[in-house]
């Protein structure tokens, strides 16, 4: 599967780590993108701070 790859700082304020990929320290996150239709997306991310999964 091939992603695209971005560099922004958006802040998602409801998320869920879902998994922690320990080779390269990037985390697959479940977010909410549209606080009005509680529609979830799911994406690939690196973090300047430790997340906890769930």
Known sequence: ???K?????VTYKQYKV???DTNDATYF???VQ???TR???YCWCRA???????
Do not use: F, H, P, W
Not at 5 to 9: H, K, L, R, Y
Not at 48 to 54: G, S
């Open 1 to 3: 599967m091939l992603t």
């Open 5 to 9: 790859q971005t560099n922004s700082g």
């Open 18 to 20: 879902i998994s922690l």
């Open 29 to 31: 996150l479940e977010y």
């Open 34 to 36: 549209d606080g009005a």
């Open 39 to 41: 529609k979830l997306e």
């Open 48 to 54: 300047n701070r430790v997340l906890n999964l769930r």
